[in-house]
């Protein structure tokens, strides 16, 4: 099973096409105790196969690091969801073994930029959801010669632990109260 688990509603960023409904004014924090009951929960009725770290902005948690080295005891494969990318940009030419993902939201009226050392492109279709709610998403056709995963999220089985503390399945039908 693939879990997410959103450690704060912090961003300093305030992206309106983002999922969620982080900013500056956020101030939950999930800790690292709550992290750990989720995690060892979920771990006893379902294999843990992924898990994402997200937010807000992940990387402003106080005790980030601790809660990415616990993830790791649960799986290796750990994904952090950050939009820290002139950092990472910067790391990735200092240490090379580290991988970059970029997730582009196709977003009607904005431009994209992917950076040159970014291992691989995922494209995201808007969610109207958070602060996206009310934007339209663009209308996208896949071209041909593009490789597709046939997943579909109604069937999904992601788990989300939201810094609300609520869990809730299905991160693209997730609702923010």
């Known amino acids: 099973m693939e879990v997410t688990v959103e450690i704060t509603d912090y961003c300093p960023n305030e992206c309106d096409y983002c999922s969620t409904y982080a900013s500056r004014r956020g101030y939950l924090k999930v800790s690292q105790k709550e992290v750990n009951e989720f995690l060892n929960k979920v771990s006893f009725e379902n294999e843990i196969t ?4 997200s937010g ?3 990387l402003s948690h106080p005790d980030f690091y601790e809660i990415f080295c616990l993830c790791k005891s649960y799986t290796k494969d750990v994904w952090v969801y950050t939009n820290a990318i002139t950092q990472i940009m910067y790391n990735t030419d200092i240490v090379k073994e ?13 431009e994209v930029y992917i950076p040159k050392n970014v291992d691989k492109v995922h494209l995201l279709q808007l969610v109207k959801q958070g602060r996206a709610k009310d934007t339209v998403p663009a209308n996208i056709k896949v071209s041909g010669n ?6 579909s ?5 992601h788990l989300v ?14 609702d923010y109260e």
């Open 56 to 58: 807000g902005e992940p």
């Open 153 to 157: 999220c109604d069937n999904c089985k």
């Open 98 to 110: 580290i991988k970059v993902e970029a997730n582009v939201c196709l977003t009607p009226g904005r």
């Open 146 to 151: 593009i490789p597709r995963n046939d997943c």
């Open 161 to 174: 632990l939201q810094a609300n503390r609520k869990s809730v399945l299905a991160p693209c039908r997730k």
């Open 50 to 53: 992924r898990i994402n770290i």
